[in-house]
């Protein structure tokens, strides 16, 4: 099957859209007394999704609707979950509330203030458009308190970066376009950045960027280095160092496994299997023996071990080039696949 006649990636939508949905549907219930069976809203780039209600609870004053999150084909682990808006009059303009699941912002750094609900700008601007929407429709003062929850928010919440970067008690609403596209680089690389954002703001002077847990683990015991100095960079190596020159910190080290390591050594910045390969012919360059032949780069450094070393420099190397003249001092550190240490550069 080619790339072209592959099935096509089904689309999900954002906390931050299923947060506005439940808004929206609230205030109906609360201003005119229906219970729609699902609701729409107008996106940032003018899609207009349908969400069904997954729950209705309301009371004095107040409603509450729940909304199932979709996230299409994307493994998001948010998928399935109830995603809550109740609505109630406030005392004067929206206010925004974390409910139970929803985080609260403890570190600088992030777009949203320390002390705040976990719910990003964007977001929060497509529920105050609700609210006005919806005030003007049923000639009511947009004076509203709007509190968030999800259900098993705090559970889920540790599958995420958030505990890295100090929003404690549940998850983010998120979502810059209310759009999740599936297996989506961009989003990856945006937390990544927010990694950073908070660690400069915090005062974390070295940070690391590891392609796996095991190297991560290594790398994090052998420097010493505290969680929020953890950037969870995966393959996106060029991600991490390209957003570095920019916001430097002094120190970054770069961890892996001996092939990522060796793809980052060879020029690639995206170090998935899909996107970027090892030149073995190239690699057999660097030793003496006769390597081109290898189908792994563990297998390579198992034949002749002093390749690792050499993996090392040159990836410090690359590393520097993606840093320009950036004031970040940059180290490799490589291991194997049982976290034991091949080989460092620049420490």
């Known amino acids: 099957m080619s790339e072209d006649t592959l099935p096509k990636l089904r689309r999900g939508w954002t906390t931050g859209a299923c947060a506005t949905a439940a808004t929206k549907a609230g205030l109906q219930i609360l201003w005119g007394g229906d219970v729609p069976s699902a609701v729409t809203i107008t996106l940032p780039k003018g ?5 069904a209600l997954a729950s209705v609870a309301q009371g004095d004053g107040w409603a509450e609707v729940g909304i199932e999150k979709d996230a299409g084909d994307d493994p998001d682990v948010t998928h399935g979950a ?72 705090a559970e889920i919440a540790k599958k995420t970066w958030n505990p890295r970067l100090g929003i404690e008690g ?35 002077t070295h940070v690391a960027g590891c392609t796996g847990s095991t ?18 960079m995966g393959d996106f190596a060029g991600g991490v160092l390209k957003y570095l020159s920019r ?34 012919i190239a690699l057999n360059e660097w030793v003496e023996l006769d390597i081109a032949s290898c189908n792994t780069a563990l297998e390579a450094v198992t034949i002749a071990p002093e ?21 970040v001092e940059p180290s490799i550190v490589i291991i194997d696949r049982a976290g034991t240490v091949l080989a460092t550069a620049g420490l």
Not at 82 to 87: E, F, L, P, Y
Request: charged content about 20%.
């Open 247 to 280: 916001h430097p910190v002094d120190r970054i080290t770069i961890g892996g496994g001996i092939g990522k390591i060796t793809k980052l050594a060879q020029g690639a910045r995206d170090l998935h299997s899909k996107r970027s390969q090892v030149d073995f």
């Open 47 to 51: 899609e207009t999704p349908v969400f």
């Open 82 to 153: 109830i995603i809550k808006a109740r609505v109630a009059v406030s005392d004067g303009g929206v206010v925004f509330r974390a409910g139970e699941g929803v985080g609260t912002v403890t570190k600088p750094g992030l777009p949203i203030g320390v002390g705040e609900p976990a719910i990003n700008p964007v977001p929060r601007a497509m529920m105050d458009e609700i609210v006005a929407e919806m005030a003007s429709e049923y000639g009511k003062s947009p004076d509203i308190e709007i509190t968030v929850s999800v259900e098993n928010g």
């Open 170 to 204: 549940g998850l983010s609403i998120l979502g810059t376009t209310g759009v999740v596209r599936p297996f989506s680089c961009s989003a990856w690389i945006a937390s990544i950045h927010r990694g950073i954002d908070v660690a400069r703001a915090v005062g974390i």
């Open 307 to 327: 390749l690792a070393a050499r993996v090392a420099v040159e990836a410090l190397q690359q590393v520097k080039l993606i840093l320009k003249d950036a004031p």
């Open 215 to 232: 190297s991560e683990r290594v790398v994090q015991q052998m420097l010493g280095l505290p969680d929020h100095a953890m950037l969870d």
